[in-house]
């Protein structure tokens, strides 16, 4: 191993003398600019898209997309800040950072990792949560739009969400086999697709309201309020929920760390970011505008799962069932840093426990073999079993999701790259570039602010209501 690999690396042990067991070798990198975008669209493009078109809707015409044009500048700034941390100035030859504690760690120190490592995990714990809720969600519009083809559109089509939360846990169970991100370019893949193809209908179905309707509607003010005030709560949670949609520091290193090198990984995940960037932009852009453009003041929160149509019921059915179909792998995405880091302590905490180390290859009926570690299963089953709980017990925790985005969006995307840098690059105080950044991040910080505010008062408001 060259100098320029040196890393901090999970202790992979030899397991028992079992016949049955085997040796876990350490992942080889091969991702490149493909497999990044990827798991950066799987990451970053949720369903939330379908809901930007009520954001622009708050803000109007020229301060929507403005706003989200600002906001993928600001996000691309932070990953290319960010993409640099990855490798560590050693002494000895550069360290690799292979998640986003490691980086603060070495650059920033420990009381620092403490901070940062509690908000990220706390975000991708909350991600998955919400991604159950949200399932369920789209199950549930499947069979009220059938139940509205049938028997009409004022039919009491109600169903419950308990039962598809269930399913959705069992599935996630299943696909917590998938050892790690380096095997798991194919399901970003996959999720990608599916989230193009909602897009598309979302976009499709926006332009053919559009065109039915004959103009175009919406105004440059967006939609009217009783006073001021409530204007401005609308505005403060509409620039909160387009902040919130964009970055993806809380994996971005993860990813970054199964780019295969050379070529230099923050080179590849540059591109990666600037592609994936350009196709969240332009959907965003396009399902916000179009959505806006077709209904106006009367927008939904969410043009599929909110009812914004009811026909063709089978393209409505199609689109949810792609979203479903992305959040199965979104949650995977977003639950592998958390399984990652907690087996990586585990494996370092009882380095001589059999039930901790040791790997098991089974053979399944028509099925490839495969590698099975207990406590790996033990604690993914678990894990997936809380945020399936958690669903069950608060189904309106995607409120409270506002909040957590709200709380970690200027901390993960914006503080920890831009501290990072200054260490890395040995900024001076007060230099040109010093000010600049420290500007930057004070703006990312007042948007935080806004949209913590926003978010709030909207949960407020939800409950008296």
Same mark, same amino acid.
């Given at each position: 191993?060259?100098?320029? &690999? !040196? ?36 990451? !970053? ?20 997309? #403005? ?16 993409? &640099? ?30 901070? $940062?490592?509690?908000?990220? *995990? @706390?975000?991708?714990?909350?991600? +998955? ?8 969600? +789209? ?7 059938? /139940? ?8 009491? /089509? ?30 970003? %893949? ?32 967006? !939609? ?13 949670? $509409?620039?909160? &929920? ?44 396009? +399902?916000? /505008? ?12 969410? @043009? ?10 089978? @393209?409505? &059915?199609?689109?949810?069932? /792609? ?18 880091? $907690? ?20 053979? #399944?009926? #028509? ?26 017990? *608060? ?22 790259? %831009? ?17 600049? @950044?420290? +500007? ?5 910080? #007042? ?19």
């Amino acid at each position: 191993m060259g100098a320029e &690999d !040196v890393v901090e690396q999970r202790p992979f042990i030899e397991a028992s003398s079992s016949s049955s067991s085997v040796i876990q070798e350490p992942p080889r990198r091969t991702g490149n600019v493909g497999s990044a975008v990827a798991h950066i669209i799987t990451g !970053v493009i949720g369903a939330g898209v379908l809901s930007l078109a009520w954001s622009i809707a708050q803000l109007g015409w020229i301060v929507g997309p #403005l706003s989200i044009f600002l906001l993928a500048g600001t996000t691309l700034v932070s990953t290319f800040l960010l993409s &640099d941390a990855y490798r560590f100035p050693h002494p000895h030859g550069p360290v690799r950072n292979p998640t986003f504690m490691h980086a603060v760690k070495h650059y920033l120190g420990n009381k620092r990792t403490w901070v $940062a490592g509690s908000l990220q *995990f @706390l975000t991708l714990y909350g991600t +998955c949560v919400a991604y159950v809720i949200t399932t369920a969600t +789209c199950m549930r519009a499947i069979l009220k739009s059938n /139940c509205y083809h049938k028997e009409g559109h004022n039919a009491p /089509c109600n169903y419950g969400d308990t039962l598809f939360m269930v399913l959705f846990g069992c599935i996630q169970i299943i696909m917590s086999f998938i050892p790690d991100l380096h095997n798991m370019a194919w399901v970003s %893949v996959v999720a990608a697709i599916m989230s193009f193809t909602y897009s598309f209908i979302g976009l499709g179905l926006g332009i053919a309201q559009t065109i039915e309707n004959g103009r175009i509607m919406g105004s440059v003010t967006g !939609v009217p309020a009783k006073n001021v005030v409530e204007k401005l709560w609308l505005i403060f949670q $509409a620039l909160g &929920d387009i902040a919130f949609a964009y970055p993806y520091s809380v994996i971005l290193l993860e990813i970054q760390d199964t780019l295969e090198s050379p070529p230099p990984e923050n080179q590849t995940m540059k591109k990666a970011s600037m592609v994936a960037i350009f196709i969240t932009t332009f959907f965003y852009l396009c +399902c916000g /505008c179009f959505g806006y453009a077709a209904f106006g003041n009367n927008t939904p929160g969410n @043009l599929l799962t909110g009812f914004g149509f009811y026909e063709p019921y089978w @393209l409505i &059915d199609l689109a949810n069932v /792609c979203i479903i179909l992305h959040l199965i792998g979104g949650y995977q995405i977003f639950s592998q840093p958390i399984y990652s880091s $907690a087996e990586g302590w585990a494996s370092r905490k009882f380095p001589n426990s059999g039930f901790v180390n040791n790997f098991y290859k089974l053979k #399944l009926p #028509l099925l490839p073999s495969f590698q099975i570690n207990t406590f790996k299963f033990v604690f993914r089953t678990v894990y997936v079993i809380t945020t399936t709980g958690l669903g069950i017990l *608060f189904p309106y925790f995607n409120q409270v999701l506002g909040v957590l985005g709200a709380m970690s969006f200027w901390p993960l995307a914006i503080y920890f790259p %831009v501290e990072m840098y200054f260490v890395q690059k040995k900024i001076e105080a007060w230099s040109r570039k010093w000010i600049v @950044l420290r +500007c930057f991040s004070f703006v990312c910080f #007042l948007v935080t602010v806004v949209g913590l505010i926003g978010s709030l008062e909207g949960i407020i408001s939800q409950k008296l209501g």
